[in-house]
């Protein structure tokens, strides 16, 4: 825990210039990690495939992951700028329950506000300025989660910056949850299942979703908005009525 004083308490002394310096190592190290961790997930699965396999790359996907990770680094730099000023407000809580009751407040209320945003990303009104780009490249593969438009990327900053304005949380549980979101995004985008195919028949693990969960809402507009867990699509009616089918198929 000494060392994460030690790095809160130069971030909160050093010059904007060295924060954002260290927020675009942080995310470039992010993205990188998770390509990786991507490539071997889509290997060890490759016979349990939930999309057809992604075109060619190109050269706009790779200009908008890019420009994903430098944004999502501005959100980070804009994260600890609220937070010297006192407008994020961390707890100063180190203990096991503090780091699982953070965890679970921020998985479960980003879940319902991506869940939400994501629905008003659908609407027609917003849908070509903010979305489409993202659907642009309906069979994923891992870089697909961070090709999306610059105002999307915002938009989620933005609402994890009001979550952490909301909701102050202690820095274990903020790195948990981080490292979470991280996972859940790279498993919606392999193309391939890496759940087993026991996950659908255990209660309550098939709430938490899968790949072939958000592939559908790549192949299916109108169903499948969550993220995380299937609990907001399933409260609100908008659950693919092929999940099962389609996971069985995959997995199974
Ligand atoms: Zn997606
Ligand atoms: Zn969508």
Request: proline share 6%; net charge negative.
């Amino acid at each position: 825990m000494q060392l994460l004083n030690d790095m809160l308490n130069a971030l909160y002394t050093m010059p904007l210039e060295g924060v954002s310096l260290w927020a675009l190592v942080e995310n470039v190290v992010l993205f990188a990690v998770a390509l990786v961790i991507g490539h071997f997930l889509v290997k060890w699965n490759k016979d349990r495939v939930v999309s057809p396999p992604a075109p060619p790359l190109t050269r706009a996907e790779v200009l908008l992951a890019a420009s994903c990770v430098m944004l999502n680094a501005v959100v980070t730099v804009a994260g600890v700028i609220l937070w010297r000023a006192g407008i994020i407000r961390l707890r100063d809580d180190y203990s096991l329950l503090g780091a699982v009751v953070d965890t679970v407040v921020l998985f479960f209320a980003m879940d319902f506000a991506m869940y939400v945003f994501h629905r008003v990303a659908h609407l027609r009104l917003l849908y070509p300025i903010i979305h489409r780009t993202h659907h642009l490249y309906e069979n994923p593969r891992p870089l697909t989660l961070f090709v999306l438009n610059p105002f999307e990327v915002l938009g989620f900053g933005g609402l994890w910056l009001v979550v952490l304005v909301i909701y102050h949380a202690g820095v274990p549980g903020i790195l948990i949850y981080l490292t979470l979101n991280l996972a859940f995004g790279l498993v919606g985008h392999l193309g391939v299942e890496p759940m087993p195919g026991r996950w659908l028949k255990v209660p309550l693990v098939n709430y938490v979703s899968t790949s072939t969960f958000h592939a559908e809402h790549h192949m299916d507009k109108d169903h499948n908005y969550g993220f995380y867990t299937l609990i907001w699509d399933k409260l609100f009616g908008t659950l693919s009525p092929e999940y099962m089918s389609d996971f069985e198929s995959a997995a199974g």
